[in-house]
């Protein structure tokens, strides 16, 4: 019986702009282990399948002043130093951490990620990301950002680099024989020799083979080159997917990019972004809403918004109860540039309308209300195949995320689409996905350039 995925977010205080303000959010979220540590307890209470910590390599956001009225422009603990210290006082939620290929090295990257995939027992998940904003080159030695094309191209490259260290050694090639003195067998290593466009890299990877084989590679690109990156690299590709119809539409695509990249489709578990505001009662599950919106400072809105565009919204020039105007192309994140002005256009939203939709969580789909319309919803998605699951973005930590598991998922576990018990002990295992054979990632990797 096909079951739903489940993940949530884990941010500083919770996933809206305004969510800090909030009298149940913790203050010091971003540099507190201990609201971590309490979040992914939560979710594996629930049974979730793994929490993901975000991030990025500079402070975002437009201006310094809507950086300094809001928690949500990326200051917080470096994410795999963070999930660390959470797998010792965790069992079974997967841990997954975003880390860019644009400004990182392949070696790096493997090698953290097979060290917290031994660390936690198998639960590791990287989210591999190209980084989206200048602010970002600037602190890279570039005095602007990667091209888009380019950035997909290393990415590419970069992913066959980190799959190939991970298969450096055998599952057993650590013996550890002292009778004959013998720790591991040459037989069983294998040095990569990479030489690539973009990255030479010898090999091989000084960490043992991780435990998942590979931890669980996520990918959230919805443009045409993230997708085919996805397709060919990724075990689950988030996607910011408002509109039901184009949920479906972005389902069936990625599974046919799948099967032409040579896979199972069921190998790649698409996850829907998901936003909802829980209460015991409609109204009650709107005025939450409201006293949200009610706290929202003006400069954060539309900073949070030109942020999203990869466009500065100057007021002065386009009214914010004005229409959005048409837009020149970004070099940031293009498929969320182009999944708000549709949204706006067939919505008829005003920028600040807008604002606020991106305030309120606008990149995810929305719910508001009881827990079982919640589920009604999600599970709506679900069965008409918009998605394999969802990553959970609670507007408040830790008090959205306490209603969602504490109501919603006792309901969707009343309708037999989530688990009542994790299935296995590793990551892979819970998500239903096969562990990689040594060697795979050798065989599937884009030509690499002489």
């Given at each position: 019986?096909?079951?739903?995925?489940?993940?949530?977010?884990?941010?500083?205080?919770?996933?809206?702009?305004?969510?800090?303000?909030?009298?149940?959010?913790?203050?010091?979220?971003?540099?507190?282990?201990?609201?971590?540590?309490?979040?992914?307890?939560?979710?594996?209470?629930?049974?979730?399948?793994?929490?993901?910590?975000?991030?990025?390599?500079?402070?975002?956001?437009?201006?310094?002043?809507?950086?300094?009225?809001?928690?949500?422009?990326?200051?917080?603990?470096?994410?795999?130093?963070?999930?660390?210290?959470?797998?010792?006082?965790?069992?079974?939620?997967?841990?997954?951490?975003?880390?860019?290929?644009?400004?990182?090295?392949?070696?790096?990257?493997?090698?953290?990620?097979?060290?917290?995939?031994?660390?936690?027992?198998?639960?590791?998940?990287?989210?591999?990301?190209?980084?989206?904003?200048?602010?970002?080159?600037?602190?890279?030695?570039?005095?602007?950002?990667?091209?888009h094309a380019e950035r997909y191209a290393r990415a590419n490259e970069f992913a066959d680099v980190v799959m190939g260290l991970w298969d450096s050694w055998e599952d057993d090639a650590f013996v550890r024989d002292v009778a004959n003195c013998r720790y591991f067998d040459p037989a069983k290593l294998h040095v990569l020799e990479h030489r690539g466009e973009h990255f030479r890299v010898r090999g091989p990877l000084n960490v043992a083979r991780p435990p998942q084989g590979h931890p669980v590679v996520f990918q959230a690109g919805s443009s045409g080159p993230g997708m085919a990156l996805a397709a060919r690299t990724a075990d689950c590709v988030f996607t910011a997917q408002p509109d039901a119809a184009k949920a479906r539409a972005f389902y069936r695509e990625m599974k046919d990019l799948a099967r032409k990249a040579g896979r199972d489709p069921e190998t790649l578990k698409v996850i829907m972004g998901f936003n909802p505001i829980v209460g015991p009662t409609q109204a009650m599950a709107e005025a939450r809403l409201q006293e949200m919106e009610e706290l929202v400072h003006p400069m954060v809105g539309l900073g949070l918004l030109s942020m999203a565009l990869g466009v500065t919204i100057d007021p002065a020039v386009h009214p914010l109860d004005g229409p959005v105007p048409d837009l020149p192309l970004t070099n940031s994140s293009q498929s969320r540039?182009?999944?708000?002005?549709?949204?706006?256009?067939?919505?008829?939203?005003?920028?600040?309308?807008?604002?606020?939709?991106?305030?309120?969580?606008?990149?995810?789909?929305?719910?508001?209300?009881?827990?079982?319309?919640?589920?009604?919803?999600?599970?709506?998605?679900?069965?008409?195949?918009?998605?394999?699951?969802?990553?959970?973005?609670?507007?408040?930590?830790?008090?959205?995320?306490?209603?969602?598991?504490?109501?919603?998922?006792?309901?969707?576990?009343?309708?037999?689409?989530f688990r009542t018990e994790y299935e296995g002990t590793t990551l892979r295992e819970n998500l239903g996905l096969p562990r990689p054979q040594v060697g795979i990632a050798r065989r599937t990797a884009a030509p690499a350039s002489a």
């Open positions: 019986m096909r079951r739903m995925r489940l993940g949530t977010i884990i941010t500083v205080s919770g996933s809206h702009g305004a969510s800090w303000l909030h009298p149940t959010s913790p203050r010091d979220g971003a540099f507190n282990i201990q609201r971590l540590i309490e979040g992914a307890r939560t979710a594996e209470a629930a049974k979730l399948d793994f929490i993901f910590l975000a991030d990025s390599l500079a402070l975002q956001g437009i201006s310094l002043e809507a950086q300094s009225r809001t928690a949500n422009f990326g200051v917080r603990l470096e994410p795999l130093t963070a999930l660390a210290a959470v797998s010792m006082l965790t069992r079974r939620v997967g841990l997954v951490a975003t880390a860019t290929t644009t400004y990182n090295e392949p070696f790096h990257v493997a090698r953290k990620f097979a060290s917290l995939d031994h660390i936690s027992g198998g639960r590791a998940g990287w989210n591999l990301v190209t980084s989206s904003t200048e602010t970002e080159a600037q602190n890279f030695g570039r005095s602007e950002h990667m091209p540039q182009a999944m708000l002005v549709e949204t706006a256009r067939r919505e008829n939203l005003t920028l600040r309308q807008l604002a606020l939709r991106q305030v309120n969580g606008a990149n995810h789909n929305f719910a508001v209300g009881t827990p079982s319309a919640v589920a009604d919803k999600m599970e709506e998605l679900f069965a008409t195949e918009a998605a394999d699951g969802f990553l959970l973005a609670p507007a408040l930590i830790p008090l959205s995320l306490r209603e969602f598991t504490d109501q919603v998922v006792p309901e969707l576990q009343r309708r037999g689409l």
